[in-house]
Structures are given as structure tokens and as C-alpha cells.
Nanobody
Framework: EVQLVESGGGLVRAGGSLRLSCAAS????????IAWFRQAPGKEREGVSC????????YYADSVKGRFTISSDNAKNTVYLQMNSLKPEDTADYYC???????????????????????WGQGTQVAVSS
């Protein structure tokens, strides 16, 4: 039974912060790459941030770079997304996702490919008001 459960979403004013959590069960972060995606109304799902299982390197979408931070607690099988300086454009449903670990150039090239991720959480809503 492999599951991801997100939490921590909510309504926040522009400039505020939220911390999202993604709790995993049935697998460990030692074997899986973890990523955060988001989907705004009428838009395609897009990658936000991810962390490589092989080397721990993190990546961010340009739109959130410098504002969001991904981190993992392997002992708790939990990944976090700290979101600071939130903007109305960050309003979306946020999802965590997992896939079997990749390495080398393949990781970088596929890190935000939605269809490459096998396990998805149910999503948590983030709304940022002006």
C-alpha cells in the first residue's frame, strides 16, 4: 500500500507563508524521487520543486525560486514545501508525487514530467489573496 497524503494548505494573504507536508507510507525516500506539483484553474499541472533520491539535489521552477524550499525528513518519510513571500499567482491545488529514483541526465530531463510519477497525493488547496 503506497500512499502520499498532503496537508498544510489554506488561505493566506500575499506575502505570507505556508508549509506543506507530504507524508508517505508503503515506501521510503531512499528509493523514490519526490516532487511537488501544482495546478491552477484552467491550467496544466506544473512542477514546482523536486528532490533527487540519488544525491539530494533540489530543483525549483523559476516562478518559485528563492521563495520556496523543499526538504525531506527520511526518518519520518515526509517531504515539506516551505512557501514564503506567497503571491496570488501561487494559488493552486498542490500535489506531492513520487517515482522510482532516477539519476544522471535522465533525472534532470524528466524531473517535472507529470506522467513519469507513479504515486500521487490527494492534493491540498492553496489560495493567496491580494
Amino acid at each position: 500500500e503506497v500512499q502520499l497524503v498532503e496537508s498544510g494548505g489554506g488561505l493566506v494573504r500575499a506575502g505570507g507563508s505556508l508549509r506543506l507536508s507530504c507524508a508517505a507510507s508503503g515506501f521510503t525516500f531512499d528509493d523514490y524521487d519526490i516532487a511537488w506539483f501544482r495546478q491552477a484553474p484552467g491550467k496544466e499541472r506544473e512542477g514546482v520543486s523536486c528532490v533527487s533520491s540519488k544525491n539530494g539535489v533540489t530543483y525549483y521552477a523559476d516562478s518559485v525560486k528563492g521563495r520556496f524550499t523543499i526538504s525531506s525528513d527520511n526518518a519520518k518519510n515526509t517531504v515539506y514545501l516551505q512557501m514564503n513571500s506567497l503571491k496570488p499567482e501561487d494559488t493552486a491545488d498542490y500535489y506531492c508525487a513520487a517515482r522510482m529514483a532516477y539519476d544522471g541526465p535522465t533525472y534532470y530531463l524528466t524531473r517535472f514530467r507529470v506522467f513519469g510519477y507513479d504515486v500521487w497525493g490527494q492534493g491540498t488547496q492553496v489560495a493567496v489573496s491580494s
